[in-house]
T-cell receptor, first 113, second 111 residues
Framework: DTEVTQTPKHLVMGMTNKKSLKCEQH?????MYWYKQKAKKPPELMFV???????INESVPSRFSPECPNSSLLNLHLHALQPEDSALYLC????????????FGQGTRLTVV | GQNIDQPTEMTATEGAIVQINCTYQ??????LFWYQQHAGEAPTFLSY????GLEEKGRFSSFLSRSKGYSYLLLKELQMKDSASYLC????????????FGKGTKLSVKP
């Protein structure tokens, strides 16, 4: 199993809503990531979890709150988002060693209205 | 600082060969990745180079010159399904998944 599964695939939310994005992998990877990708732009790293601990937060606004309940799951909690937060949110995972690639999920297409 | 440059768009003909270049400046070097991304889909891994030289994988090959800060992705026998964005990426920090991406090269393959 070399899949990273993200749910939901699409999400439309209002600016006052609270929602969560979910990511799951069963490859035994101990590093998991959230990326944000705007249209026609490359992915940009948001958060990194290593062994279920937050190791990198790339100055992401607090309206995005990550959570890693266990080594297979990664959540991104969303609250009071702005329309400019509309983007494709990609989850990825990798082994915690060099010379290995990251595997990406299909992403959640988020629209904030 | 980190900077990765690649051409924005390229067009090639089905059956032909195309080379997509990437130049990079990174503080520290932990290798260079190439990913393919079809519109609206996840990036998928193509290749990883950490030593100088050419790595061949079927129709796709990737080359690295660390002294020149330069890499290229070579696609042979182009097929229509190769129309996609090709992303050059370098890891930074402690994990290989902490990636800084180039802006991506959108390749259009025409009949």
């Amino acid at each position: 199993d070399t899949e990273v599964t993200q749910t939901p695939k699409h999400l439309v939310m209002g600016m006052t809503n609270k929602k969560s994005l979910k990511c799951e992998q069963h490859m035994g990877h101990r590093a998991m990531y959230w990326y944000k990708q705007k249209a026609k732009k490359p992915p940009e790293l948001m958060f990194v979890y290593s062994y279920e601990k937050l190791s990198i937060n790339e100055s992401v606004p607090s309206r995005f709150s990550p959570e890693c309940p266990n080594s297979s799951l990664l959540n991104l909690h969303l609250h009071a988002l702005q329309p400019e937060d509309s983007a494709l949110y990609l989850c990825a995972s990798s082994q915690e060693r060099m010379n290995t690639e990251a595997f990406f999920g299909q992403g959640t297409r988020l629209t904030v209205v | 600082g980190q900077n990765i440059d690649q051409p924005t768009e390229m067009t090639a003909t089905e059956g032909a060969i195309v080379q997509i270049n990437c130049t990079y400046q990174t503080s520290g070097f932990n290798g260079l990745f190439w990913y393919q991304q079809h519109a609206g889909e996840a990036p998928t891994f193509l290749s990883y180079n950490v030593l100088d030289g050419l790595e061949e994988k079927g129709r796709f090959s990737s080359f690295l010159s660390r002294s020149k800060g330069y890499s290229y992705l070579l696609l042979k026998e182009l097929q229509m399904k190769d129309s996609a964005s090709y992303l050059c990426a370098a890891p930074y920090g402690g994990s290989q998944g902490n990636l800084i991406f180039g802006k991506g090269t959108k390749l259009s393959v025409k009949p």
